[in-house]
């Protein structure tokens, strides 16, 4: 086993046996407490302290939520559901920037010299890996073709590759859960997939709050010159960020592996998943409110993630009537 798989496949304590709930009210009160997180710690917390990165880390290990991939229940489906699943075009996608993610994540707690932010690192790491066996459980389980997986190759710069999957997660999840709603409403998923991907999707949220709050923890405690090139690098990554988003990155990968890969299923989705059209103003004001509703329960001193519903309430400010109620798909 290779360190870095060291990192992703194992806990920092041995939690594998996973506590699960024996009850209802036992599912319920850890239902809530993944979702709900104060800090104990009184009045306001200075960001980029001690404190504050303590409060994230704690944040993260005490939002965990044990289930395990391989008990997930997966619910029977009619031939149709199935193959409206199969025609999804996200399966691969799905699979290969969850095993990316893993392995970038732990390349980047090699790093970090800090070991309360590399634990929780670590254990973000782990939960990308636990993201992809649940992802080939379920396409195991309703026979869902992939493609042969790519090889992942352990980035060289891991800071740049840890910011390319953070700040794509910020993207993606900010979508994601607005696509989710549009797939709940219209029964795209039925009731017991949704309850089965629910703690992924939540999973996610504590993610990028996680990456939010290590982002600006970690610009605080920069030296000067070490602060203008890491805001040059952010800057660049945003640029290769938006590259990659307008399908100009085909063929090259972040670490330059050759494949190409739909990254804008986030937007095309809404066709797919939704049984009514949803115009772009109605899609982005779902995203807003869901990404409000999925970051509600947590401690409001932590830093949110704030450029995608920035720039979606800016859309919706600046958008021409035309194309805001232009119907998407
Ligand atoms: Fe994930
Ligand atoms: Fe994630």
């Known amino acids: 086993m290779s360190n870095l798989e060291a990192i992703y496949t194992q806990l920092p304590e041995n939690l594998r046996d996973l ?87 732990a390349a980047y707690v090699k790093e970090l010299l800090d070991p309360e932010m590399a634990d929780a690192i670590a254990r973000n790491a782990w939960e990308e890996n636990r993201h992809k066996e649940v992802l080939a459980d379920l396409v195991k389980f309703y026979g869902i073709p992939l493609a042969q997986e790519q090889e992942y190759k352990v980035p060289k710069d891991a800071e740049w590759a840890y910011m390319v999957t953070g700040f794509s997660e910020c993207w993606d999840s900010f979508f994601a859960f607005g696509l989710f709603a549009v797939a709940q409403k219209s ?47 952010l800057w660049a990554v945003h640029a290769f960020l938006i590259y990659e988003r307008l399908g100009l990155i085909k063929d090259v990968d972040v670490d330059g592996q050759e494949y190409y890969e739909d990254n804008n299923f986030t937007i095309n989705g809404v066709a797919e998943l939704g049984k009514e059209k949803t115009s772009i103003k109605d899609f982005l004001k779902l995203c807003l409110s869901e990404d409000d509703h999925r970051f509600a329960g947590y401690d409001r001193r932590l830093v949110r993630p704030t450029t995608a519903p920035f720039l979606a309430k800016l859309l919706l400010r600046i958008l021409p009537e035309k194309i805001a109620n232009k119907q998407l798909g």
């Not at 239902?31 to 009184?42: D, G, I, L």
């Not at 089965?196 to 999707?201: D, H």
């Open 19 to 105: 506590p699960q709930p024996k009850s209802d009210e036992e599912l319920e009160e850890m239902n809530y407490r993944v979702r709900h997180w104060m800090s104990s710690m009184p009045g306001s917390i200075k960001i980029g302290s001690k404190e504050h990165k303590q409060a994230v880390c704690q944040m993260f290990r005490e939002t965990f939520n044990p289930y395990r991939p391989t008990f997930m229940d997966w619910p029977k489906l009619s031939e149709e559901e199935i193959n409206r699943l199969k025609s999804l075009p996200i399966w691969d996608i799905a699979v290969h920037t969850e095993g990316k993610a893993r392995l970038r994540m």
């Open 187 to 233: 029964g795209f998923f039925t009731k017991e997939l949704i309850e089965t991907f629910e703690p992924v999707m939540q999973e996610e949220c504590r993610h990028i709050l996680l990456f939010a709050n290590w982002l600006a923890w970690h610009r605080k405690n920069l030296s000067l010159l070490k602060r203008v090139k890491f805001e040059a690098k």
